[in-house]
């Protein structure tokens, strides 16, 4: 309506925005084109989020955000009585009545229709506890009294949501409030504070609408597109053209479809051939005493072939055509052919290198030149594991009963501590803070940089540790495509109401934390232009936290570890961003390379992947960069080397441990390691061969055919060097191999002071059982096995990634390596709750049935949600703020309570705010449903039972009745014996939730997928009830406490 401006963008006569920034946005809100005519819609409105250039959408499918209509003006009644003070004063507006859904034209100061007994909005109004005030009681009034009007689909918060008073302080967005205003003039901790359907719809259409300006430091939305141009400059043309990194890996890869059935009974072939199994034989047309020779090639018989290759296999080549054709030599399929003999009779020739063909084992019983205790049959004995530090773990409060109940937060606060580590009580914390450094890096940029302290604009509160730790739990708690839904009460498709998020904290807040969320001194930040300029300013405070305080609770590093880039999804052009090729279901993101242990996968360090990462010759390409720079950082870990001043790091390993690798990494890096006493496997690049590719099993496309199946089970290539360094030098003696092989294409794998034998083997597979048990078998050797027994460490961690799903919009670029550096925090803790649930720690702290990878999620979600510092629980708990400002005998939570928390995190359960509007409903002469503590209103109930004509459902057991509550107006069974007193139960606190109308009406859930509940699941109710009870005894009593 024009003249009307309600807070939205000016509109014209005809209803549309009349800037055309606005009418963009317009067009986007109603999925209508630009060239679409603009008619208000009749409905709710579709709001959907388009992915652009620089855009944080990350997903192919854009998430779909509900939108209100147009707010509708009560209509205007003449007659009506004249309106009350408060609601004037409140609503600002000359409205004298509201109108029913019946059409019934009601009076403003009442609450209900008089005709249908209807609530005004469709709900109550949230009730409001009157404060005493002895000195003046004629001043006494209620603050709901000046409750706006409020329009339908209510969500009704508890302003205590999140401990108490903690969210008396929230910021406002400008939808609802105006400028002066705070969440604190409009509720309190009993109170409730309303944010409506409407409401939380809007703050997100202003939200995704705040893109930034697009060149900011902190305000980068689409970056520039040079950025991208000049991180591809990272990977030259050639290498580009040539690394082929997916093709090689899967070359060497063991899958079924590389493996050869065993069909035909026989004795074993080959070393490791299971029972019956015959590798693949020639055609049978193949007769080589019958082959033709070409021009020029000599008889079979008398080719140099000291490999032993069959004649099926080890094929003449020729080169020219016609006449000119003529004999060059012979060659296996991949391409190899052999080196000649030298004058000494061996095959020696590039830089010291000797071709061997038949198996081979280090002359030398040295451990320095091979993995020290691996065999063929066991390749990482125990003794090469990680192993945590138990003792340090029960100094930091882990015991046999955090254990048994699953506290997944305990392991998450000792990545992240959630205190600051000098004020956590526990002498010689080795941590490093993360949460209440956020929290002040968050104000400070807030009140610095944003200038939200409240003088011009929104005030914004300073979040509290505790508060950013119930933040990061929303948001993997969320189960929607767009977090805001669930706050959201009319929900709508596949999205679904959150009570527990609802209950933690206020959308609105929630949105102010993220839009002010700082991981870095904003003073301090440097630019492009800076010689000192680092893009992962920005976010790396969680990386090195994560990476810092989990060497600290490791007693002894594994001897084996691999080198990988992890990736995270991201449409934003940044410097650490761009396009990503060979990473499934990503096609534009970031990666950073991590050294990950191999079997515990635990992250020892890590180096960014952008162009500003320093490369010193040789190493200027950029696998073998990273990996010297991980190398150097991890040597300060090594016992007995030396630690820079301030590098707090535990040496934790042993040895210089053996790493593999991918072929981005392969190299003359292998050298460098050999020299200062590393070990390494890693495939190796076609550009990147050790020697003259023809000589080893090279070529990039081989078909597959029955002479390259029966090539598979020849003799590899085997090259060694042994190096010894100048005479005086810090250097070591290192022994290089490289074994090439043919297998479903050409494999080259390369090695220094990894293994003391190589030779051709077969590795047996089994499927099935009885009758349909099938045998496999595939071509094999020591450098194949290790590579493949070693390299899934980091695709596993990705894959525990996807456990995680830690998603939301945001335009600033860093929330997405952000929200990917805190998924692997807590991919750790978990890895940290399996080990100790192994007992291989502590045999007290052995789990029987230890958690699954979702599981752990679920109840470390909840935990955070829940997460609350007066409790006491975690180490520092008791010093924060939160805790010290409450009375000593109301700090502290009782174990058995802490317990019940953690067993129950499956239980979902209705949420505060609706089990104050159930047990403390508003007005005078409403009567509570819940009587647990009230017998004087159960027996208003009983008296009012009534016998109905048609049958009816039993909310409480599901079985047909004839019984109905006239107070509750809901169908129940009202004998006195056990099998009948279905009354008393629905009428019971701790039965709250569990009936067929609350699981459609509070729980969102359908009539058709309710059941009775299970013993189990009262029993769990039980306990949730008992905390909504107490949480509301603990704020009435703070409230009368103020």
């Known amino acids: 309506m024009p003249g009307i401006n309600n807070g939205n963008p000016p509109t014209t006569d005809a209803g549309t925005p009349s800037t055309p920034a606005d009418r963009s946005a317009f067009n986007v809100v109603n999925n209508r084109s630009a060239a679409a005519p603009q008619i208000p819609p009749a409905s709710g409105m579709v709001f959907t989020p388009i992915g652009t250039t620089g855009g944080g959408v990350s997903f192919a499918n854009p998430t779909a955000i509900t939108m209100p209509p147009p707010p509708q003006l009560p209509p205007y009644n003449p007659n009506a009585a004249t309106t009350t003070a408060a609601v004037a004063a409140a609503a600002d507006t000359s409205a ?10 009601c009076l403003a100061s009442k609450a209900r229709c008089g005709q249908c007994n209807k609530w005004r909005g469709g709900k109550r109004q949230p009730y409001k506890k009157k404060k005493k005030n002895n000195n003046n009681s004629n001043n006494t009034t209620t603050e709901a009294a000046h409750t706006p009007n409020l329009p339908s689909s209510v969500n009704v918060l508890p302003a205590g949501g999140s401990g108490g008073t903690r969210l008396s ?83 060497v890869s063991d ?49 140099d072939n000291p490999g032993n290759w069959s004649q099926y296999t080890f094929r003449p080549k020729f080169e020219g055509k016609g006449a000119s054709r003529q004999y060059k030599s012979h060659e296996m399929p991949a391409g190899a052919t052999p080196v000649p003999l030298n004058n000494e ?23 320095s030149f091979y993995r020290e205790g691996a065999t063929r049959d066991d390749f990482f004995p125990a003794d090469r594991s990680c192993q945590l530090d138990g003792a340090l773990l029960k100094k930091m409060g882990l015991n046999e009963k955090r254990m048994q109940d699953g506290d997944a937060l305990f392991f998450l606060q000792l990545l992240t501590p959630f205190c600051d580590p000098k004020l956590s009580g526990i002498d010689g914390d080795p941590r490093k803070e993360f949460y209440c450094d956020v929290s002040e890096l968050t104000s400070s940029y807030a009140f610095g940089k944003k200038k939200s302290s409240g003088n011009y604009g929104n005030k914004f509160e300073a979040p509290t540790a505790e508060e950013l730790v119930n933040w990061d739990g929303i948001v993997i708690e969320n189960k929607n495509d767009f977090i805001g839904d669930s706050w959201i009460t009319d929900t709508i498709g596949d999205t679904m109401y959150n009570p527990l998020i609802a209950d933690t904290m206020y959308f609105r807040r929630w949105v102010d934390i993220k839009r002010n969320l700082k991981l870095c001194d904003w003073t301090k930040e440097t630019t492009r232009d800076d010689p000192n300029y680092d893009p992962t300013q920005k976010y790396r405070l969680i990386w090195d936290v994560t990476t810092h305080n989990l060497n600290q609770f490791i007693k002894k590093g594994g001897k084996d570890v691999v080198v990988d880039e992890t990736t995270w999804p991201n449409m934003s052009y940044a410097d650490v961003q761009s396009v990503v090729k060979g990473k499934p279901g990503v096609s534009k993101g970031g990666q950073h390379t991590v050294l990950v242990d191999r079997e515990r996968r635990y992250i020892y360090t890590w180096v960014p992947r952008h162009k500003w990462v ?88 081989t078909p597959i055919n029955q002479v390259s199946k029966v090539a598979r089970y020849e003799n590899p290539v085997i090259l060694v060097k042994h190096s010894t360094p100048p005479e005086g030098s810090e250097l070591k003696h290192y022994t290089r191999t490289h074994c090439s092989f043919q297998s479903t294409g050409s494999c080259n794998i390369s090695m220094v002071n990894a293994c003391q034998e190589i030779g051709l083997y077969v590795r047996p597979k089994e499927r099935g059982r009885g009758n349909d048990k099938r045998i496999w078998g595939i071509e094999d050797n020591e450098a194949r096995d290790l590579y493949l027994f070693s390299y899934s460490a980091v695709d596993k961690i990705d894959q525990m990634l996807g456990n995680w799903n830690e998603f939301y919009i945001s335009w600033k670029w860093w929330h997405a390596p952000t929200r990917h550096g805190k998924s692997l925090a807590k991919c750790m803790a978990y890895e940290m709750y399996k080990e100790c649930a192994s007992g291989q720690v502590d045999p007290a702290w052995k789990v029987d049935k230890p958690m699954s990878a979702k599981a752990f999620r679920r109840t470390m979600a909840k935990q955070m949600c829940n997460y609350r510092a007066r409790n006491t629980f975690y180490p520092g708990d008791d010093k924060l703020r939160n805790t010290t400002k409450l009375p000593k005998k109301r700090r502290g939570m009782k174990r058995s309570n802490v317990n019940a928390s953690i067993n ?35 027996g208003l109930h009983m008296a009012s039972i009534k016998t109905v004509k048609s ?54 859930g359908k009539k058709s997928d309710w059941k009775p509940p299970t013993a189990a699941t009262i029993d769990a109710n039980t306990r949730h009830i008992a905390k909504l009870k107490k949480r509301m005894a603990d704020d009435i009593s703070e409230e009368e406490d103020n």
């Open 614 to 701: 320093k490369r010193a010759p040789p190493f200027t390409q950029q696998g073998p960069a990273e990996l010297k720079l991980l190398l150097d950082q991890c040597l300060p870990l090594v016992q007995g080397e030396e630690q820079e001043p301030g590098d707090t790091r535990r040496q934790i390993f042993e040895e210089k441990f053996h790493v593999t690798a991918d072929n981005h990494f392969s190299g003359k890096i292998l050298d460098y390691m050999g020299e200062r006493g590393w070990k390494g496997t890693m495939t190796t690049r076609r550009d990147r061969l050790p020697v003259n590719k023809k000589y080893l099993h090279h070529k990039k496309e």
């Open 951 to 1004: 049958r009816k459902i039993c909310e409480v057991c599901g079985k047909p009745c004839w019984k109905v509550c006239g107070v509750c107006n809901m169908p129940m069974h009202s004998g006195i014996d056990a099998s009948n007193s279905c009354w008393l139960t629905y009428h019971d606190d701790n039965f709250f939730g569990l009936t067929r109308g609350d699981n459609v009406k509070l729980l969102q």
């Open 345 to 367: 009779g061996k095959r020696i020739c590039e830089d010291g290198w000797e071709y061997l063909y038949t198996p081979w084992k280090h002359p030398k019983n040295d451990p």
């Open 904 to 938: 129950d995190e499956d239980h979902v359960g209705v949420s505060y705010a609706q089990f104050l509007d159930a047990k403390r409903p508003r007005g005078r002469t409403e009567v509570s449903r819940l009587c647990g503590d009230n017998f004087g209103n159960l």
């Open 169 to 251: 302080g929230i910021s406002p967005m400008t939808v609802g409030f105006d400028d002066g205003s705070t969440i604190r003039s409009v509720g309190s901790s009993v109170a409730s504070v309303v944010e409506t359907n409407e409401m939380i719809r809007e703050m997100a259409m202003a939200d995704y609408r705040n893109n930034g300006d697009g060149g900011d430091s902190d305000e980068e939305g689409e970056g520039g597109f040079e950025v991208v141009e000049s991180m591809l400059e990272c990977t030259s043309a050639r290498e580009r053209a040539t690394n082929d990194h997916q093709e090689i890996e899967a070359n």
């Open 96 to 105: 004298t009545t509201w109108q029913c859904v019946c059409g019934n034209v």
């Open 255 to 303: 899958a079924m479809e590389n493996c050869t059935y065993a069909n035909v009974a026989a004795p074993a072939a080959l070393k490791g051939a299971p029972e019956g199994w015959i590798p693949p034989q020639p055609d049978s047309r193949f007769n080589p005493d019958t082959q033709t020779l070409g021009p020029g090639e000599p008889p079979f018989s008398t080719v």
